[in-house]
C-alpha cells in the first residue's frame, strides 16, 4: 500500500501498473476508498484529499483519453457527478466546488486513467495551520468518510 503522497508522485506504484484499475479489480495490494460502483464509473475518495470529501469519479474501463468516453458513459459521469456533490453538499456542508481533470503527464496528471476531481470547497477553510505550516487538517480520516459517503450515496442514486 503506498505510504505517502510524496512516495505515490515519485512512482512507488506499489507494482500495480494502473492503480485506478487496481482499485477497480479489488487488488488487496491497493487501498480502496470506493463508495459507488455504476455499470460504467466509480466514485472514490481520494486517498490523498485536498479537501474532506475529495473524490474521484473514474471509468471501469481503462482509457486515457476524453474522446474514450462512449455516450453512455458520458451520461453515468454526468448524473454521478451531480450525485456526489449534493452527497458532499449533504454530508459534510460543502460551500461550492471545483471539478476538474488533468490530462496526459504534462497536465499534472499523474495516473494514465481518465479521472475527474470532484473537490469540495468551504466558506473560511483556510486556516491558521494552512498558513504557518502549508499543511491541511482534514476532521475526518478517509476511512471514516468512505463508510459514511457508502452509506448515504444509495439513497440519492435513483435507478
Excluded at 466514485?43 to 474501463?61: C, E, Q, S, T, V
Excluded at 459521469?77 to 451531480?82: E, P, R, T, V
Amino acid at each position: 500500500i503506498v505510504k505517502d503522497k510524496l512516495s505515490y508522485v515519485q512512482g512507488d506504484r506499489s507494482l500495480v501498473g494502473c492503480i485506478l484499475c487496481a482499485i477497480r479489480d479489488r487488488k488487496k495490494t491497493v487501498k480502496s476508498l470506493e463508495i459507488y460502483r455504476g455499470d460504467y464509473f466509480i466514485a472514490a475518495l481520494n486517498l490523498y484529499p485536498y479537501n474532506p470529501g475529495h473524490l474521484l469519479l473514474f471509468p471501469i474501463r481503462h482509457i486515457e483519453q476524453l474522446d474514450g468516453l462512449k455516450k453512455k458513459e458520458w451520461l453515468e459521469y454526468i448524473y454521478l457527478q451531480g450525485v456526489v456533490m449534493k452527497l458532499v453538499m449533504q454530508t459534510y456542508g460543502a460551500d461550492s466546488f471545483n471539478i476538474g481533470i488533468n490530462v496526459g503527464p504534462e497536465s499534472g496528471a499523474s495516473i494514465p486513467h481518465l479521472h475527474f476531481h470532484i473537490v469540495p470547497r468551504y466558506r473560511n477553510e483556510i486556516g491558521v495551520v494552512e498558513i504557518i505550516s502549508g499543511a491541511k487538517i482534514l476532521v475526518e480520516s478517509p476511512d471514516v468518510m468512505v463508510k459514511k459517503l457508502k452509506r448515504r450515496i444509495k439513497k440519492l442514486i435513483k435507478q
